[in-house]
């Protein structure tokens, strides 16, 4: 009997302090100005890089390096990130920050693959995503919906939760989500740092997302 207590209040601790931990990485915290932030940035196939892509270009050149994350048999979305990339090379020369990557991974799921083996082919994205995410170590993690982003992501978070890293993590929602969110939004909406969303629908329905009206 006492044995059983005491485990019960071990596990009672260890909870406990994973509760606050993650408290401690899921708090905002105040900005600082930098030169650079390292971005990392998942593409999906199809629609989900084309969004992503008119989103980044928007943005900054002191997001650098930019590391792009793609599924392993996803050709289409590196020809258009070195497509873009080199665009953006043309367009600014003098550009200080022009360094970017891509990053392959095994997809999270497959079309029309079953749940069940779905979760299997995540688990194993995910064990594969960890030292990927830790030997990048990005300051931001953006992505808009793809199945490979909820391994990312989660690795994103787990760099803080060890103390390794706190990353700033926004999800957009996809522009064709009106109503409902996507299955990863679903998943990410309490882990993000940044969920924005396209539609006023979808801020009604999730009072805690950012609407900026149509981004991309």
Request: with cysteine; proline share 5%.
């Amino acid at each position: 009997m006492g044995g059983t207590l005491i485990l019960a209040a071990a596990a009672g601790a260890v909870a406990v302090l994973l509760a606050v931990r993650l408290w401690v990485v899921l708090r905002p915290r105040a900005t600082v100005p930098r030169r650079s932030l390292s971005l990392l940035v998942v593409a999906g196939s199809g629609g989900h890089t084309t969004e992503i892509l008119r989103l980044l270009e928007n943005l900054s050149d002191a997001y650098s390096p930019r590391h792009y994350i793609i599924a392993d048999t996803d050709e289409m979305s590196a020809h258009k990130i070195n497509s873009f990339e080199g665009n953006r090379a043309d367009r600014n020369p003098r550009a200080m920050f022009t360094e970017y990557y891509i990053h392959r991974i095994p997809r999270s799921r497959e079309v029309q693959q079953s749940w069940l083996s779905t979760v299997l082919t995540t688990l194993y994205s995910m064990w594969l995503s960890f030292p990927l995410t830790h030997r990048v170590k990005p300051d931001l993690v953006l992505c808009n919906g793809p199945g490979t982003c909820v391994p990312i992501c989660i690795s994103a978070l787990l760099l803080g939760i060890l103390g390794i890293k706190k990353v700033i993590i926004v999800y957009v929602e996809s522009i064709c989500r009106v109503e409902h969110l996507s299955l990863s939004g679903k998943i990410l909406f309490h882990l993000s740092d940044y969920f924005i969303v396209q539609w006023p629908t979808l801020k009604e329905k999730y009072p805690k997302s950012v609407y900026l009206g149509r981004i991309v």
